[in-house]
C-alpha cells in the first residue's frame, strides 16, 4: 500500500473541471393536486378535467396526455364542463368569471374567451346544443353562445319570484329570504324544450320556447309531519318549508327527485305539481305526513341531518326497457350529524317504472291517473342499497363516469365513481366501481341457483360455494392518473433511484397496463419532431425508477419508471405515461400491521399511528427496506418462480419473521421480516449481498439477512440510558448518523473483505469486518479500524472509490465473489465521506487524508444531498443544499469546480442519482404533503424532456349519439298527458331560439383527418391554417355584441336606480307635504 499526497492519485474530474461541462436544467415539473374543486369527464372522447382552489386546470387523457391550464385571473374553479359539441371545455370560477378554451387546436389548448357575470351559482351545458346556461343568485338565467363567444340575447327572469308573487294571497308565511337563488339548472332528458330551474325555495318546469312557467313543485311539511329532523325537533309543530339543494331526473322523463336542507328526499311526478309522490329519508318514509300516534308519543331530541348535496339519477345500458330499467339513485348527504356515525354516500337500487295499462279513466279532478301515481311509487322503494364509506375523510361530492354516453347529464350507464374526499389539510379525488357489484350480484343469484338445480353435481355446487365465499362484493377501488393518485394517498416523500438494464428487467417484469386504472384514452401526444435526435439517444440512458412514500398505508411505498426510454417514438404517438406506474410493485403495509406476529412484538400505539419515514432499494438485489417513525424496519422482497427456503424460527427477540403473511397476487413484492426497536432510527444501510446495518443513536445492529439472525449488537448498556441533562449534548454529538457497505481492503489490512464503515456525528469513524467463519456462518471481527472523518456525516454521503479509475465500488455479488477466492492482493481505494459542513477524501479507508474541504455555501445554507456523478468515464463530488445551489468539486482533490443555482423554486429535499439526474420539492409547512416535484439534470446535453405536443381532439372520433326521444308515459294506448308540452326541438332549433335574431352565424370546422405520417406535418398542416377576414369579422362583432349586451345591463341597471331614486324622493315629499298639512 502507498501513502501518497494528493497529486500522487489521477485526476478523476479531467472531463468535468469547467465550467460548460455542466448544463443544469429541470426537465419535467409534476403538479399533485391536494385542492381539487370541480371535475368533469367527456365519455366520448375519454377525457378528464380537474379544476383547483389555486386557479388552475389539469386535463388527462391517454399515455403522455396532460396538460395544465392557468385561468387568466387566478380565483378556485367552481365548475367545469366539456362541451363535445363545439370542441371546448368551459370553466365557471369563484369570481363568476366564465372561460372557454379550445380543445380542437394542435399543441396545448387554446383560451379563446373570457365573460364575467354577477353572482353565478351554477354551470349546465348539453352535449345536444352549444349554449352554456348560467345560474344567478338574482335568480336570473343567462345563456352563453360557446361557438360565437359571445353572451346570447336570451334570458329567463327570476321566474320564483314571479310565482310568489302570483300566489302571495294564498300562502301560509311569507316569502322566505334568499328563495330565488339558483341552486341547479337542469336540461330535461328527452325534451331539449323543457327546463328544470331548482330554485333555493322550490323547483320550476319552465318551457323554453314559450318562456313560461309550465309547473311549480313547492315542498311543505305541515305542523306535525316529521320530515328529516325527525318527530323531536323542537319546531315540528310549526308550518316549514325546507330549502331545495339538490335536483336529480328519473331518465325516463316522467318524475325527479328534489333534496332538501333538512335531509329529505321528495320524488315528484312531473303532472303533479300538487303533492310529491313520496317523501323520505335515508332510514324512514312518508316523513312529510302526520302521524298523530307517534306524535302523541314523548320524544328525545334526535341529531340533525345533513343537507341532502347532490342526487344523480343512472340507468344502464343492458336495459331493453325503454323507460331506463332499473336504476341507480345516488344521494350525498342525509346522514345524521352525531358522534361514531359513518361518513361517505349512499346508492340505491330502485326497480323499474314499467306500468301497465289502467283500469279505470282517470278522475277529471286529478292530474296523474292514480295507477300511475301507484306504479311510480311502487318504483321508489329500493330493491337494495350500498353505502361508500369514506372513513374519517368527508365526501364533499361526487362525480359519475359515464361509459360512453354524454346524455342524461352525464348519469347514463357510468361505470365508475369519482369522490371529492376533504379532510383538514386536503381535498382529494378517489375512485370506485359503479355500480356496487352487489346489485349485479343479487340480479345473477336466481339464474345461477336454477342452473345450480339444474346440475345437481355435489363437486360443482361445493366449488360454487367456496366461490361465493371467496368473492367480495365491495367495489374494486380504481386508480386515477399519477398526479391524482399520489394526492389522494398522501405523497410525503421521493427518491430517484437509477438501476443497470439487468435489474431493471427483472424489476418491471410483468408491468403491463394497470387493470384497475381508470380508463382514459383520449387525445394523443408527440414528440417534437425537431428533437428526433435527441429523442433516439434517449435509449441510451440509463433506466432510472421513482420511489415513493405515502401516508396511506395501503399504499406506502409506490414505485415508478421514469426511464427516459419511455418517451422513445418518432412517427407515432407516445404509448407510455411519464412517469409511469407500476402498480404491482406497490406496498401494502396494513398486511403486516394488523398480523398478530407484528401486534404481539409492537405497541398500541405503533398499531394505530404507524408512519413510513423513508424507504431504500437495493439496486441490484432489490429488497427494500421501509423505516418507520418509531424505529421499526420491515424488510421486503421481490417474488420468484422458486419459493425461497423457509427461514428457520429465529432466536434473536428484535426479529419477527413475515414470510407466512399473505401478500395480494397483483403484488410483486413479499414481507420478509420484521426487526423491531423502541427507538428512533439515525441511520441504516441496506446492501446487495445480504446485509443490513441499523443504527439507533449510539447502538448498532448488523443483520445477516440469509437467517435472519443479528450477527452484533453494539452500544451503551441499558443502566447507561440514564443521563444528565449535561450529558444530553455530548451523547448526541456521539450518534451514529452515516453507514456504509463496501467490499475492499484497508490500509493495514490488504484482504478484500466486507466493510462497514460507520460514521459518528462527532466526526469518528469506525470500520469493522464481516467475514465468513470455518462453519460457514458469517461473523464480524472484533478488531475495529479506527479513522477520522467529517463531523456530522450524512447518510448516503459515503463512497469508496477505486483509486485508479475513480468509479464508485460497491458492496456488489461480483466483489463479494471475488473476495471469497482466497487470498490476493487487492487493488487500492480512496474513501470519501461527505457531511453538513465539508468532505473529506481518505486513503484505503483506514489510510492517511487526502484532502478535505468546507463547503462554499451562501451563510446559512445546510447540503442536504452529496453524491458521486461520473460521466464519461469522468467522476465528482455534487453537494446540493437546501438554499436552490449545487457545489461541484473535483475528485480526489476536492477542488471547487463551480456552483450553480437549481433551476427549481422548491428544494428543501433533493434525491439525486450517480448520473447526474435529480428531482427536489419541498413538502407543504402546513400539509407535510408534496404538492410539486421538479425533475432536472446537472448534464442537460441533447435531453429530450419536453412537454410534447397534444391533439385532444381528432376526426376520427365516434360521433355524439342523437339526442334521447320522449317515452310514453304508460302502454302506447294510453295517450298520456305528456304531449300537453308539445313535441321535443333538436338542438340546432334551441340554438337558434336561445342565439336570437341577431346571432353571427357560427363559422363550422371541419377537422383534417390525420393524414401527415409525422407530428411536425400534422404541426404544419395546423400552423398553415389562417383565419380568414370573414372569420375575423365575425369575431369582432362577437366582441361588439358581448359589449353592447354588458352596456345594456349597465343601462337597465342605471335605470331601474333612477326610478328607485325617483319614487323615494316623490315618497319623501309626500311625507314632508303631510306633515306640513297636518302642522307636525
Not at 399543441?107 to 351559482?121: E, I, M, Q, S, W
Not at 366449488?463 to 361465493?468: G, N, Q
Not at 419541498?922 to 391533439?951: H, K, M, N, V, W
Request: proline share 7%.
Amino acid at each position: 500500500m502507498f501513502k501518497s499526497p494528493t497529486s500522487a492519485y489521477p485526476d478523476f474530474s479531467s472531463d468535468l473541471r469547467d465550467k460548460p461541462d455542466w448544463k443544469i436544467a429541470a426537465l419535467r415539473s409534476f403538479e399533485y393536486a391536494v385542492q381539487v374543486s370541480a371535475v368533469a369527464v367527456e365519455p366520448i372522447t375519454g377525457l378528464l378535467a380537474i379544476g383547483t382552489a389555486s386557479g388552475a386546470l389539469h386535463l388527462f387523457g391517454g399515455p403522455s396526455v396532460e396538460v395544465k391550464l392557468v385561468l387568466p385571473e387566478p380565483a378556485p374553479v367552481r365548475f367545469v364542463q366539456f362541451s363535445c359539441s363545439t370542441s371546448q371545455i368551459v370553466t365557471l370560477d369563484a369570481n363568476s368569471v366564465l372561460n372557454v378554451w379550445d380543445l380542437s387546436v394542435f399543441g396545448r389548448p387554446k383560451h379563446v374567451a373570457l365573460a364575467r357575470f354577477d353572482g353565478a351559482t351554477s354551470l349546465t351545458v348539453s352535449p345536444s346544443h352549444s349554449h352554456a346556461l348560467i345560474g344567478l343568485e338574482s335568480g336570473e338565467i343567462r345563456t352563453y353562445d360557446l361557438p360565437c363567444l359571445r353572451k346570447s340575447d336570451y334570458r329567463m327572469p327570476n321566474m320564483w319570484k314571479l310565482y310568489e308573487e302570483k300566489t302571495m294571497a294564498t300562502r301560509m308565511d311569507g316569502n322566505a329570504a334568499g328563495s330565488g337563488v339558483v341552486v341547479d339548472v337542469v336540461s330535461h332528458p328527452r325534451d331539449l324544450n323543457l327546463l328544470f330551474v331548482a330554485y333555493s325555495g322550490g323547483v320550476i318546469l319552465s318551457d323554453l320556447t314559450q318562456r313560461n312557467t309550465l309547473r311549480a313543485y313547492e315542498f311543505e311539511l305541515p305542523a306535525g309531519a316529521p320530515g328529516g329532523y325527525g318527530f323531536g325537533h323542537l319546531e315540528i309543530m310549526t308550518h316549514r318549508r325546507p330549502s331545495v339543494t339538490a335536483i336529480a331526473l328519473h331518465p325516463a322523463g316522467h318524475f325527479f327527485a328534489v333534496g332538501y336542507s333538512d335531509g329529505t328526499v321528495a320524488f315528484w311526478a312531473i303532472e303533479d305539481e300538487d303533492q310529491p309522490l313520496l317523501a323520505r329519508t335515508l332510514d324512514d318514509l312518508d316523513v312529510n305526513k302526520v302521524n298523530y300516534e307517534t306524535l302523541e308519543q314523548k320524544h328525545e331530541p334526535t341529531p340533525e341531518r345533513e343537507p341532502i348535496y347532490k342526487l344523480t339519477w343512472s340507468s344502464f345500458a343492458n336495459s331493453t326497457d325503454p323507460r331506463g330499467g332499473e336504476s341507480a339513485l345516488t344521494i350525498l348527504g342525509g346522514l345524521l350529524m352525531a358522534p361514531g356515525e359513518p361518513t361517505g354516500l349512499t346508492v340505491e337500487w330502485l326497480p323499474p317504472f314499467n306500468p301497465g295499462e289502467p283500469p279505470t279513466p282517470a278522475p277529471n279532478n286529478t292530474p296523474l291517473h292514480p295507477s300511475m301515481r301507484a306504479a311510480m311509487q311502487t318504483s321508489l322503494i329500493p330493491k337494495s342499497d350500498y353505502f361508500y364509506d369514506t372513513a374519517a375523510r368527508v365526501a364533499q361530492d361526487f362525480f359519475l363516469v359515464p361509459r360512453n354516453n354524454p346524455h342524461f347529464g352525464g348519469q347514463h350507464d357510468p361505470i365508475a365513481i369519482i369522490i371529492s374526499l376533504e379532510d383538514s389539510d386536503s381535498r382529494v379525488l378517489e375512485t370506485y366501481e359503479f355500480p356496487p357489484p352487489v346489485f349485479t350480484a343479487a340480479a345473477e343469484l336466481p339464474a345461477a341457483q336454477e342452473e345450480e338445480a339444474a346440475s345437481g353435481s355435489v363437486a360443482d355446487d361445493l366449488a360454487e360455494m367456496l366461490k361465493s365465499m371467496t368473492v367480495n362484493d365491495d367495489p374494486r377501488a380504481l386508480s386515477l392518473p399519477t398526479q391524482l393518485s399520489m394526492a389522494s394517498t398522501g405523497l410525503v416523500r421521493a427518491e430517484l433511484v437509477s438501476l443497470d438494464r439487468q435489474a431493471y428487467e427483472d424489476f418491471v417484469a410483468g408491468q403491463g397496463s394497470d387493470p384497475s386504472a381508470l380508463q382514459l384514452r383520449g387525445g394523443t401526444a408527440w414528440n417534437d419532431e425537431s428533437k428526433a435526435k435527441e429523442i433516439k439517444l434517449a435509449k441510451f440512458q440509463p433506466p432510472r425508477i421513482l420511489l415513493t412514500i405515502h401516508r396511506n398505508l395501503s399504499a406506502a411505498v409506490q414505485f415508478l419508471d421514469m426511464s427516459a426510454q419511455l418517451l422513445v417514438t418518432t412517427d407515432a404517438p407516445i404509448h407510455h405515461h411519464f412517469p409511469k406506474p407500476l402498480p404491482g410493485l406497490t406496498i401494502d403495509l396494513k398486511t403486516i400491521i394488523t398480523d398478530a406476529s407484528v401486534v404481539e412484538r409492537t405497541t398500541h400505539e405503533f398499531i394505530e399511528h404507524a408512519q413510513v419515514q423513508s424507504a431504500y432499494i437495493a439496486p441490484h438485489s432489490l429488497e427494500c427496506v421501509i423505516q418507520f417513525f418509531s424505529g421499526h424496519l420491515v424488510i421486503y422482497r421481490l417474488k420468484t418462480g422458486a419459493s425461497h427456503p423457509a427461514a428457520a424460527e429465529p432466536v434473536d427477540e428484535e426479529i419477527a419473521l413475515l414470510d407466512h403473511v399473505l401478500s395480494s397476487d397483483a403484488s410483486r413484492y413479499a414481507p420478509y421480516f420484521l426487526l423491531t426497536a423502541n427507538k428512533p432510527v439515525t441511520a441504516y444501510s441496506l446492501s446487495d449481498i445480504g446485509f443490513l446495518a441499523v443504527a439507533y443513536g449510539e447502538s448498532l445492529i448488523v443483520v445477516d439477512m440469509r437467517g435472519p439472525r443479528i450477527l452484533l449488537r453494539r452500544g451503551r448498556e441499558k443502566s447507561k440510558d440514564r443521563m444528565s441533562f449535561l450529558h444530553a449534548h455530548a451523547a448526541e454529538a456521539n450518534n451514529i448518523t452515516a453507514l456504509h457497505w463496501s467490499v475492499a481492503a484497508l490500509e493495514d489490512d490488504q484482504r478484500s473483505s466486507v466493510r462497514l464503515i460507520v460514521g459518528y456525528a462527532s466526526g469518528a469513524v469506525d470500520v469493522f469486518t464481516v467475514v465468513n467463519g470455518a462453519d460457514t456462518d458469517w461473523r464480524v471481527e472484533g478488531d475495529i479500524k479506527k479513522v477520522e472523518g467529517v463531523r456530522e456525516p450524512l447518510n448516503g454521503s459515503a463512497f469508496v472509490l477505486d483509486a485508479r479509475k475513480g468509479c464508485v465500488i460497491r458492496a456488489a455479488r461480483d466483489q463479494l465473489a471475488r473476495s471469497m477466492q482466497g487470498p490476493s492482493t487487492a487493488d487500492d481505494t480512496i474513501l470519501v465521506i461527505a457531511g453538513t459542513k465539508g468532505a473529506r477524501c481518505i486513503a484505503n479507508i483506514t489510510g492517511p487524508r487526502i484532502c478535505k474541504v468546507d463547503w462554499a455555501t451562501r451563510p446559512g445554507a445546510s447540503v442536504r444531498c452529496v453524491r458521486v456523478m461520473e460521466k464519461m468515464g469522468s467522476q465528482a463530488l455534487v453537494a446540493f443544499t437546501d438554499s436552490e445551489e449545487v457545489l461541484m468539486y473535483s475528485l480526489p482533490s476536492l477542488d471547487h469546480i463551480a456552483t450553480f443555482n437549481v433551476p427549481a423554486r422548491q428544494t428543501m429535499f433533493v434525491s439525486c442519482d450517480d448520473t447526474g439526474d435529480w428531482i427536489a420539492y419541498t413538502p407543504s409547512r402546513s400539509t407535510g404533503r408534496i404538492e410539486q416535484l421538479c425533475y432536472g439534470t446537472l448534464f442537460d446535453f441533447r435531453r429530450a424532456y419536453l412537454p410534447p405536443d397534444l391533439d385532444f381532439w381528432s376526426s376520427q372520433l365516434p360521433s355524439i349519439p342523437a339526442q334521447p326521444q320522449p317515452v310514453s308515459l304508460g302502454p302506447a294506448s294510453i295517450l298520456s298527458s305528456w304531449f300537453r308540452f308539445g313535441q321535443s326541438m333538436t338542438g340546432d332549433q334551441l340554438d337558434k331560439l336561445l342565439g336570437g335574431p341577431n346571432r353571427p352565424i357560427p363559422e363550422k370546422v371541419v377537422p383534417k383527418p390525420q393524414s401527415p405520417e409525422t407530428a411536425a406535418e400534422v404541426a404544419k398542416t395546423v400552423e398553415g391554417t389562417q383565419s380568414t377576414l370573414y372569420s375575423r369579422l365575425q369575431a369582432a362583432m362577437g366582441e361588439r355584441g358581448q359589449l353592447l349586451s354588458d352596456l345594456e345591463e349597465r343601462f337597465n341597471q342605471l335605470e331601474e336606480g333612477s326610478r328607485s331614486m325617483a319614487a323615494q324622493a316623490k315618497r319623501m315629499a309626500a311625507q314632508q307635504t303631510a306633515k306640513s298639512w297636518l302642522g307636525f
